[in-house]
Each structure stands twice: as C-alpha cells, then as structure tokens.
C-alpha cells in the first residue's frame, strides 16, 4: 500500500495528474506534516478523527475553488 504523502508527490510529479486536488487524511497531529502536505501540492489536510460533513466540506471546497498549489484554508 502506498501512503498518502507519497501517492500525492507521484500525482503532482505527473503532468496528467497535477492538477488533481488531493484531500490527505491523517491520524497524526505533527504541524510539521501541514508544511509536507502543502509542499507536496495537496489541497487539505484532514486530522483524524473527522466528521464526515467536515470532510464532504473540504471535498467540494477543493473541487470548486480555483487550482492553486496550496493549502485551502479550514
């Protein structure tokens, strides 16, 4: 199995897949994994335990706020 961190730095590597908004979910609470995630080019960073409204809400902010290469603030 491939972790997050890394299926998203394969799919920004590619040009096809770039441009896809990666949600990345997360059971560890290092703020140093927000600066990784940002760095890779994922949208938002999700900490676990989620509520499912929160992550519905991050999916359609991703899918309708303009491509930007960074975090969406939440």
């Known amino acids: 199995a491939m972790a997050g ?24 609470a290092e703020r140093s994994l927000a600066r990784r995630a940002e760095e890779l080019g994922a949208a938002r960073l999700i900490r676990k335990p989620f509520d499912s409204k929160e992550l519905l809400a991050a999916i359609q902010e991703v899918l309708t706020v303009p491509l930007h290469g960074g ?3 939440g």
């Open 5 to 28: 961190y890394e299926m998203c730095r394969q799919l920004k590597a590619c040009e096809q897949t770039a441009r896809i908004p990666v949600v990345i979910l997360t059971a560890v």
């Open 71 to 73: 975090l969406v603030n």
